[in-house]
């Protein structure tokens, strides 16, 4: 099932599934229960992130072979997990906003990421068995300011990459069963008409499932937990000259059998 979450005309809240012409069937239920489609079909008014709040982002960097290559980076022999902030999350169509603390200079950057979400709870979790505690899958931006990633926080990652809209995600969840194998899908980043990302999930160094057992050994991953999996080459900051991204931009993020995130971006 491909599922949205959106505010109808009078504000309220729904899960949709058949998402076309600017409307949506209804969705009763609950999304780590059980979602039954309706009879009832309603305009979308503005899309949400296809969940609510997460109970924590973990996200792993230095995860695709040709990005650390092109980071000048050592192969990592474990994953590198950093955190953003869970009200970092965005949604499709809402744009991105540099706040000013990250436009003096330009170093706000793009990442278009697998986004893995939970669904239930894992912890200890073989690798063998690992894909059957995932919900669902979506697309998503790991906005990263990289001044602040590199220099602004005594080395550590996470205020880069959790200033409020730095995490836009959808604008479907699509449940795991559409997507049989994880590490077969294509990903890209087009920004201003012009493709910056193109790659494959085969690429990744630490699988889909790796990634759960290595998250859950001693750790409890709670249902709804977001997993950014990594960015492929082709980041702005690893370009020559660097490009990052400013007001007025489009920035459109595909990964096949899921779905195109869609975001501008707009000053604060």
């Given amino acids: 099932m491909r599922i949205i979450r959106f505010h109808d005309s009078n504000g309220n809240i729904h899960y949709g599934t058949n998402y076309k012409d600017g409307s949506a ?3 009763t239920g609950d999304l780590f229960t059980g979602l039954t489609p309706t009879n009832d079909r309603q305009a979308v008014q503005t899309l949400l992130a296809p969940i609510p709040t997460p109970p924590a982002i973990l996200c792993i960097g230095l995860n695709y072979r040709q990005h650390a ?3 000048g980076a050592d192969i990592p022999e474990r994953p590198v997990l950093f955190m953003k902030n869970p009200a970092a999350l965005h949604a499709s169509g809402s744009p991105i906003v540099l706040p000013p603390c990250c436009t003096d200079p330009h170093q706000v950057d793009f990442e278009v990421e697998l986004a893995v ?3 239930d709870a894992a912890k200890n979790v073989a690798e063998s068995d690992a894909l059957n505690y995932v919900l669902g899958y979506s697309v998503a931006n790991d906005v990263s300011a990289r001044w602040w990633q590199k220099k602004g926080s005594g080395g550590q990652w996470n205020k880069g990459k959790s200033f409020d809209t730095f995490c836009p995600v959808g604008p479907e969840l699509v449940t795991a069963d559409e997507v049989p194998n994880p590490q077969a899908l ?3 980043t087009v920004l201003n008409r012009r493709e910056m990302q193109n790659s494959n999930t085969a690429d990744m160094i630490f699988s889909v499932a790796k ?3 290595f998250l859950s050994m001693g ?4 249902p709804g937990t ?12 690893a370009r020559d000259p660097q490009v990052f991204i400013k007001e007025g931009d ?3 993020m595909a990964i096949s059998q899921i779905g195109t995130l869609s975001n501008s971006v707009i000053h604060q």
């Fill in 25 to 27: 069937t209804i969705l």
């Fill in 69 to 71: 290559e092109e980071t």
């Fill in 117 to 119: 979400v939970i669904g």
């Fill in 186 to 188: 294509q990903l890209s």
């Fill in 211 to 213: 990634l759960i057992e």
């Fill in 219 to 222: 750790m409890t991953l709670l």
């Fill in 226 to 237: 977001l997993l950014l999996t990594g960015t492929p080459s082709g980041v702005g900051v």
């Fill in 250 to 252: 489009q920035i459109e």
